[in-house]
Nanobody, 116 residues
Framework: QVRLVESGGGLVQAGGSLNLSCAPS????????MGWYRQAPGKQRELVAS???????NYADSVRGRFTISRNNARRTVTLQMTRLKPEYTAVYYC??????????WGQGTQVTVSS
């Protein structure tokens, strides 16, 4: 079992920056991919960015060039650096992990609010 604890988030003005971090615990050696999803009110949860165990990254088109996902392989923490934020990025952001056996786990979510 993998447990994910998120930190960061909060309120920021449009054009500003914010960092999110996710620290896994438990069976972390089983984790293949980690990523961030977000869910805005009334909308479906969507992938923001992900990074594999060999540092292959994937970004949603809406954030490519603005967000950077990185991974500390020693501690398996994942950081999402968010720059040039837009009001439409306001959502609850969730950390996600997928193991080599395709078992998925979620963090509790952290609120990101971008004011215009």
């Amino acid at each position: 079992q993998v447990r994910l604890v998120e930190s960061g988030g909060g309120l920021v003005q449009a054009g500003g920056s914010l960092n999110l971090s996710c620290a896994p615990s438990g069976s972390i050696s089983l984790i293949k991919t980690m990523g961030w999803y977000r869910q805005a009110p009334g909308k479906q949860r969507e992938l923001v960015a992900s990074i594999s165990d060999v540092a292959v990254t994937n970004y949603a088109d809406s954030v490519r060039g603005r967000f950077t996902i990185s991974r500390n392989n020693a501690r398996r923490t994942v950081t999402l650096q968010m720059t040039r934020l837009k009001p439409e990025y306001t959502a609850v952001y969730y950390c996600n992990s997928v193991t080599f056996s395709n078992s998925m786990n979620w963090g509790q979510g952290t609120q990101v609010t971008v004011s215009s």
